[in-house]
């Protein structure tokens, strides 16, 4: 057993009263243990207690981050600071374990000594210098002894316990966070909205097309052909499929091509039109994603009437076309391009996806039938 602190620090002058104490018989066995546990940058002040071999209390307190105690400006010193502010807090914690421990635990002094080990220095230090307010007390500096050492293994046991229960609730939380975090994902691809068009020059075979999408993508391409329902229905089969690979569940697609448009909901025209390549193409990479699951809606549109996405598709594919035509190579294209994609970002932070597909029919949209 060592030797009690006396009042004047830096000395171990045994002090009277805690001498005769130490003679008498042990009555009770008192543990407080405790330290300080950092999960996911929070630090935790973990104390257990117990009493006669038994586990008794536990006290489990989120403790200010040292840094927001704005210590000096010297990083040796604030280093100092800051180890001292976290012991003082921990020794806190225990010293408010210690005082409900004893309230409840402490033996009557003509019982014999209550024997007490704290894992804290700082708090021992306290003990040790007034054993006047802890009458039968004997503080330990090392865990001696069966009874002792059988209540120091229990408030260890409760300690680790109490850790791993902080470490498996930041792992569910945080477990949980990715999964809102994947669902917000996977909800933000739940729908899209495209607006394609193409652009024929009526005395060439060059067809420019393009599709504009509220992901804030524009997807272009230009090919040889006379027919603009062609180049229409090449942009309705890239943006579906780009769509699609993407993860998106609905795909609204709108165009301007009242021939698209009948290809997909007007069955009785069907057959005759699948027998035009491009158009059969773009029948089967539709019907390829509505087989994988994915809604894929082919609504009409009034072309240059103002909506946003068909606007912005026939500028691009304006674009694309002339690029190729004009040759409009370097940094000429790649401008005019760059003032199209601001424009389009622009316009669309002004609008709701939800008011981009008007269900109701009028002269300048018709609704995508049920799968046609």
Known sequence: MSAPYSPTPGTLTPNPAAIAAS???VAASLVVYGALVIVDSVRYAVVSTGCNGRAKDLFVRVLTPAKERGFGDYPEDCRMQVARAEAMDLA???AEAFRHLWSQHAAPAAEGTTAVYVSSPEVCQVLTAY?????????????SGAAMQSTWQACRTWHSAAVTSLQDEYEAKR????EAKAAAEYAALAHVVVGTDASHNTYGTTAGWAAAATTGDIFTGCLRTRSIAHAEATAIASAVKRCGRRGFRTIDVLTDSMACYRLFNHPEQRSQMLQQSAMRECAEVVQQWRD??????????????????NEFADRAAVHVRRKYEWGLHGDCG???????????????AKVDIDDLV????S???HAALAHA
């Open 292 to 309: 994988a699951g994915v809604v894929v809606n082919i609504h009409w549109v009034r072309g240059h009437n103002g909506h946003v996405l």
């Open 363 to 365: 002269a300048d949209f």
């Open 175 to 178: 477990a949980r966070e990715e």
């Open 358 to 361: 008007v269900m109701d029919p």
């Open 92 to 94: 806190g914690v225990m």
């Open 23 to 25: 003679a008498r018989p």
């Open 334 to 348: 790649r401008s005019i391009y760059s003032r199209i994609r601001t424009d389009f970002d622009e316009a669309l």
């Open 131 to 143: 054993p006047e307010e802890y009458p039968g007390m004997v503080v330990r500096t090392v865990v």
